[in-house]
């Protein structure tokens, strides 16, 4: 059988729309919104014969198929290759990309690592943290908001939370960058992310070694699971790994994005200002209106089907949740950023049992950079164009170039 991408090719049903596109162009992944509106227009479910995949982007069809993990696996990879099919370029994780009842295993020691309890015992960190450099950025005026704030915040305080002793920011960002990318096709950008590999890796894989982490960090906490026989000690050091994607990369975009909103809308900025309860609204808001996360991938583990359609096994679905979180099924307005909206449901962070286990430090970091700058900044005001970063799987900002105004 001839692969696509690392996945067996699939005859779509019929009556399933046609269409042809490429959704890892790399204009489409710095300006998506047209790309998310047209394939809504499509209808509940969107052939791609580029890749020989389905797709889906309306909000309810996407939520049930990414959430539906009897039907649509992750254990055969989130990306285009089927693990089934063809090896993965590194082991897959055993939380990310793994089934019940694995998943339940490894998923309950991570959620006990990163619970709301543990997390919050990092709040001093993360504020006084965030309070010095707000106060360094503010003698400067303007930034490049990305390395300045948005890298810089998450690669000093996630690492002493994990408790590494070894830190290398840069190796920390481009690993995040190069997992992402990762599930996309075998394009110019991952083949660029993955020539870093051969150096990134290793360092990465010795920075979680046990003998390299705190007693007292995050990362003892998952090894304490191997000696108490839930994980082995491999196992142990695989899930610390993959708090790196969850506790830097996203974390990284989510800042980025949410310094990208607020400059581009002073009204919502004022907003927050007159009432900070509305951070953690504001926050997920943030969430909806940019998708950090913008397409993960699920394969039919058996016959199966989607809005009614016959899917077949082995059949690689993409889940574009960038446009379910601009469905105006769902949200109305979904194009107008506002920092009251509350916006349950959003799937910026997936749903079901494969929600983001890294969700609360990512809310924790960032709640604690728009506390410092709603106490010290009167206003955030772009000082140039933005730019943004095409990545396959990650909408985040390359360059952010803004200027910060003092209360």
Known sequence: MTLIEGHKPITPAGGVAVWDVDPYDTEILRDPLEYYANLRAQGELTYIPRYSVLAVGRYEITRKVFSDHENFVSSRGVGLNDFKLEDPWRPPSIILEVDQPDHTRTRKVMSRAL???VVKGFAELFQDTADRLVDDLLEKGTIEAVTDLAEAFP???F???VGMKDVNARHLVDYGAMVFNAVGPDNALRREAMRHAGEIVPWINAACA??????????AMVYASADDGTLTEAEAGMLVRSFLSAGVDTTVTGIGNALWCLSQNPDQWDALKADPKFIRPAFEEVLRYTSPVHTFGRTAGRDTEIAGFPVEEGSKVICVLGAANMDPEKWGDPEVFRVDRKPVGHVAFGAGIHGCVGQNIARGELEAVLGALIRKV???????????????AIRALDRLPITLIPN
């Open 115 to 117: 619970s709301p309890k």
């Open 155 to 157: 690669t000093t305080v």
């Open 210 to 219: 046990r003998d390299r982490l705190s007693a007292d960090g995050l990362g």
């Open 378 to 392: 009167d206003r955030i005001e772009p000082a140039a164009e933005a730019v943004w970063r095409p990545n396959n």
């Open 159 to 161: 690492p002493k939370a």
